[in-house]
């Protein structure tokens, strides 16, 4: 008994050493009983790029391999490779460009043309804009071809995360904003979902699972993509939009901050806080809003 208050009034006083000198308690007592908890870190990140009024979203895959879904107006091609590139890669796995709206595809001739591409994913729609004809000519030249995924099929096929195409279902040649490649990433227990510009209509199409932890708000927050049945089907956690700071079209529309808010979704902007970054271990999730713009405005 002795003994025994003895060795708890010297492990006390090695606990109290320990929080003054700061040593490691496993150093002096060998392996600890309890599992200690791993440091968090992350190996899937998405850069939720500030491109002004338009979408670009850089992604590191845990496997070392990335995509780039949507890349801006056409003046920030060099910026982007300049992001990419000081992230330490070299080229873009899996090019995807949700439609063929300048918004989107602005600057995806220019990356065609100047940097190393893998695969590149578009919808089934063209468009008679001289940027798109130019995109077309782009990949042509670098002898690259374009995939049209229907809903369904997984672009992206890792040991524990993948990325599925789940829309459009249907091809709506009036409206290509419906035409938005919707892309849900998956990795362990987390899931991210990408919108592109589809509206309510596309998004009601969708039959897949849709419950997502971080959102990608459709068309730069309009009203045109986010309603209560959306969210309630969504369920996110973090909810990102990329807009332009005073863009003309009024975005992100009052009502879907409210609408977000009321989810009571954590939300962040591009306009407001430049590039997001949102990352996880799979498990966990945490968001870096000191990205730096990589260009918001032409002027
Ligand atoms: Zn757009």
């Known amino acids: 008994m002795k003994h025994k208050r003895l060795l708890s009034a010297l492990l006390a006083a090695v606990m109290v050493l320990c929080a003054f000198c700061s040593c490691n308690v496993e150093e002096i007592f060998g392996d600890l009983p309890y599992a200690v908890e791993e ?63 300048s918004d989107h595809i602005g600057s995806m001739s220019y ?9 590149i994913y578009m919808p089934k729609v063209s468009s008679n804009t001289e940027m798109y004809k130019n995109l077309l000519k782009s990949i042509k030249k ?10 369904g099929l997984k672009i992206i096929r890792g040991e524990d995360f993948s990325a ?19 892309i849900r990433l998956d990795y362990r227990d987390t899931s991210f979902l990408f919108t592109g510009d589809a509206e309510k209509e596309e998004l009601e199409s969708i039959n897949a699972d849709m419950n997502a932890d971080v959102l990608k708000v459709g068309h730069h927050g309009s009203t045109s993509s986010t309603n209560k049945a959306f969210l309630e089907r969504v ?26 808010k009321n989810e009571g979704c954590d939300v962040y902007r591009t306009d407001r806080d430049g590039t997001v970054t949102v990352y996880t271990d799979g498990y966990r999730i945490g968001v870096d809003t000191n990205g730096k713009s990589i260009g918001r405005a032409k002027n």
């Not at 850089?58 to 590139?85: Q, W």
């Not at 332009?244 to 409210?258: F, I, S, V």
């Open 39 to 101: 440091a968090f870190k992350p190996d899937l990140l998405v850069h939720f790029l500030d491109v002004g009024q338009g979408d670009s979203i850089f992604v590191e895959l845990p496997n070392g391999k990335t995509m780039l879904i949507d890349t801006g107006e056409n003046y920030h091609g060099e910026a982007i490779i300049d992001y990419i590139s000081q992230c330490g890669y070299k080229r873009i796995d899996y090019l995807v460009g949700t439609h063929p709206h």
């Open 111 to 119: 990356l065609v043309r100047n940097f190393k591409i893998g695969s």
């Open 142 to 151: 670098q002898d690259l071809t374009v995939k049209n995924p229907r809903a």
């Open 164 to 182: 599925r195409v789940i829309g459009p279902l249907e091809i709506d040649k009036d409206n290509l904003n419906n035409c938005s490649l919707v």
């Open 235 to 260: 369920r996110p956690q973090i909810a990102v939009i990329s807009c332009g700071e005073n863009n003309d079209y009024g975005h992100p529309h009052q009502a879907t901050l409210r609408l977000l």
